[in-house]
């Protein structure tokens, strides 16, 4: 199971990073916002 999980981490990562670059060549910057969540 931990297997799985670093697996989809490491997918995760290349995704982001070839998101943010494809961005980045657009003219983009890519900024984070973390917001709390708010219950139901």
Do not use: P, R, S, W
Not at 3 to 20: H, P, R, S
């Amino acid at each position: 199971m931990l297997q799985n999980n670093i697996e989809l981490d490491l997918k995760e990562q290349i995704v982001n990073k070839t998101f943010v670059k494809m961005m980045d060549e657009l003219g983009y910057d890519v900024e984070l916002t973390y917001k709390k969540k708010v219950a139901d």
